[in-house]
Every structure is written in C-alpha cells, then in structure tokens.
C-alpha cells in the first residue's frame, strides 16, 4: 500500500541551527512533492515545490532536496527562528491526487 | 480577499443531524478537495474534484456527499453525523495543468455531541 512517512512526530532545536526534516514515501511514483507549513488552528500554507527531475531547491532559508531513487525528501530551515515554530507537512501529488505525511512539530528555542 | 473560504468556521451538531460545509474559490482553479484532519492533526483526503467531475473519492462513508454546482464551489454533506464525524474539515483548491501549490481554507471544526 501506498505509505507517506515522515520520520520525527516532533523535533526541538537551538535557534540558530538548522532543522532537518525528512519525508520518505513508498509504493508511490509522485510527478512532483510539495511541503507545507500549518500552525494550531490554521489551514495549511504552501512553502516548496519540487518536481521529480529537480534535485533541489531553495527560497530563502528554506530548502527542498528530492531523490526518486531513495523515495525520500528532506527539507532544511537554515538560522532557525523560533517563529519558525510550527508542524510542517509534506505531500506527494500525482494527477490531482495529493496527499499528506503526517506532519512533523518543530519547535525552535531561544 | 479570501482566496478559499470555507463556511461556517465551528459546527456544533447533534448525532443524527444531518448538516452542509460550504466551500469556494475565486482563484480560478479547476481543482478542489475536501481533507478530514483528525485529532491526531494527520490530513487525509475524502475527495478530489476537477472541473466538477469527482476524481477521488476515498473510502468514505457514503452518508458523506460532496456536490460541486460549479468549479467555484465544492460543498461537503453530511448525513446521519456521528460522534466520529468530529474533525476539522479543510476545502483546498489548486490548478490542474500548472503543477503549483494547494491553497487551503481556514478549516471547519466539526463536534457532534
């Protein structure tokens, strides 16, 4: 059966370091992986996109890396902040069929 | 202006009861979904619609009807609630052909009591 996992139900950190979180899938040939942030109460934001012929890729602190061989994800916040504080998700899309890992809780500490 | 809203944002409801979440776009995407996030926060989709032809439909139960009078709207109902049925629901839209990212409402926090 088709799993999405993502190895840590929570991480804490020392702001400043980065934080690493990864997303492993299997049984899945997704065109594209996304992640998302959700902080309590809110839906979900978009924060990366990475397609399955990209082998990395950056905005600002953030930085996505996908390998189609591992069937792994991980994705780097650099100079943590504790705003940074949130659970962020990743999600496997193939044709209009998107869905979640469970979700990792990161919290940074000053 | 909001780009996905969802309505209403908390519903109470009694077992048995039978109530409608509401659901609209107005980023012109041809796709929508409906996801059930549970109180272990895990976000599974119920179903996916394009162009408002059903594509996924998840093993849900059939008390659950989503209808999508247009690409615009994609409403979720529910008959018969029961005290499982309490989650938060989130409406989600996202172009078809442009592989970009989901845009998410706010969530509806469904009890049943």
């Known amino acids: 059966s088709q799993k999405i996992e993502q190895n840590s139900e929570a991480l804490n950190i020392q702001e400043g370091k980065t934080a690493t979180l990864t997303c492993n899938y299997t049984?899945?040939?997704?065109?594209?992986l996304q992640w998302y942030r959700q902080d309590p109460g809110r839906g979900p934001v978009f924060l990366l996109l990475i397609r399955e012929n990209e082998k990395e890729k950056r905005k600002e602190r953030l930085k996505v890396t996908f390998d189609t061989t591992l069937k792994q994800s991980l994705f780097h916040i650099t100079a943590s902040q504790p705003a940074d504080s949130a659970t962020y998700l990743c999600?496997?899309?193939?044709?209009?069929?998107?869905?979640f890992g469970a979700g990792t809780r990161l919290t940074v500490k000053p | 202006d909001t780009a996905v809203s969802q309505t209403p944002k908390y519903l109470v409801t009694q077992m048995g009861n039978d109530k409608s979440i509401k659901c609209e776009q107005n980023?012109?995407?041809?796709?929508m979904y409906w996801y059930k996030q549970d109180s272990k926060k895990f976000l599974k989709i119920m179903f996916s619609?394009?162009?408002?032809?059903?594509?996924i439909n998840e093993t849900v139960p059939n008390r659950f009807s989503p209808k999508s009078p247009d690409k615009a709207h994609l409403n979720l109902h529910i008959n018969s609630l029961e005290l499982g049925d309490s989650a938060v629901y989130f409406c989600?839209?996202?172009?078809?052909?442009?592989?970009?990212?989901?845009?998410f409402g706010q969530g509806t926090r469904l009890t049943v009591v």
């Open positions: 989600a839209s996202s172009p078809r052909d442009t592989r970009t990212e989901a845009f």
């Open positions: 980023l012109g995407h041809d796709t």
């Open positions: 619609y394009n162009n408002k032809e059903l594509i």
């Open positions: 049984n899945y040939s997704p065109a594209y």
């Open positions: 999600a496997l899309d193939a044709d209009n069929d998107m869905r």
